[in-house]
């Protein structure tokens, strides 16, 4: 059974600084894997999606890197802003059969950034 | 293009009730999946429909039910509500079924069972 577990659960930094949000999961079998933000109350909006055979994809101030072998991602965020501030989820999708549809979550990391 | 929508946005109800919510996925999307997002549990798959057709379903009780209509919109259905349903349902379309689309959600239904 395939779990998803992202590092830190919660992460509070200055405006302007990097950071990275870890994300790792258990079987190494996925199609790909995409990175969400969510507002508090809202639904998710998708930021990078990234392929099994791809190693990353960068979108503006993030970056996320694919490490499949090892069975973890990491989203990348340059020059953090205020408006950074929610929940990221990553997700994979596992490889094969008929389980396209089905994402498998992360407990997510709740990110604060301050003015 | 319009994104995903679903209706009602907020919904109460009281335990053993049913309720049916609804979801149109972007235009052109032809897989629509529902999802249940928690506290306590997060974001947990239900079912995903392409077609008209059942996919792939997630490990939810029976009272747990959908079906997708011609035009891509789908409903799920939730019968004898029990307190442990009060979540935020979340619906996401994609344009097919391959793994290789991006799955784009909807804004949610907030289920409130009292």
């Known amino acids: 059974k395939q779990e998803v577990t992202q590092i830190p659960a919660a992460l509070s930094v200055p405006e302007g600084e990097n950071l990275v949000l870890n994300c790792s999961f258990t079987d190494s079998a996925i199609y790909n894997l995409q990175w969400f933000r969510q507002d508090p109350g809202k639904g998710l909006t998708s930021l990078l999606l990234?392929?099994?055979?791809?190693r990353e994809q960068t979108s503006g101030r993030l970056n996320a890197s694919l490490d499949k072998s090892s069975g973890r991602s990491t989203l990348y965020i340059a020059a953090s802003q205020p408006g950074d501030s929610a929940t990221y989820l990553c997700?994979?999708?596992?490889?094969?059969?008929?389980?396209?549809?089905?994402?498998?979550f992360g407990q997510g990391t709740i990110l604060t950034v301050h003015p | 293009k319009a994104g995903v929508t679903q209706t009602p946005r907020y919904l109460i109800k009281t335990r053993g009730q049913q309720v049916t919510l609804s979801c149109s996925p972007i235009s052109g999307h032809r897989s629509v999946s529902w999802y249940q997002q928690t506290p306590g549990q997060g974001l947990q798959f239900l079912f995903e429909?392409?077609?008209?057709?059942?996919?792939n379903k997630g490990n939810f009780p029976g009272r747990f039910s959908g079906r997708q209509f011609s035009n891509s919109r789908s409903e799920m259905n939730v019968s004898t509500l029990e307190l442990g349903d009060s979540a935020l349902y979340l619906c996401a379309s994609s344009f097919r079924t391959s793994g290789a689309d991006t799955q784009y959600f909807g804004p949610g239904t907030r289920l409130t069972v009292l």
């Open positions: 997700a994979v999708r596992r490889g094969g059969g008929t389980s396209y549809g089905k994402l498998t």
């Open positions: 990234i392929q099994s055979s791809q």
């Open positions: 429909y392409f077609s008209e057709t059942q996919r």
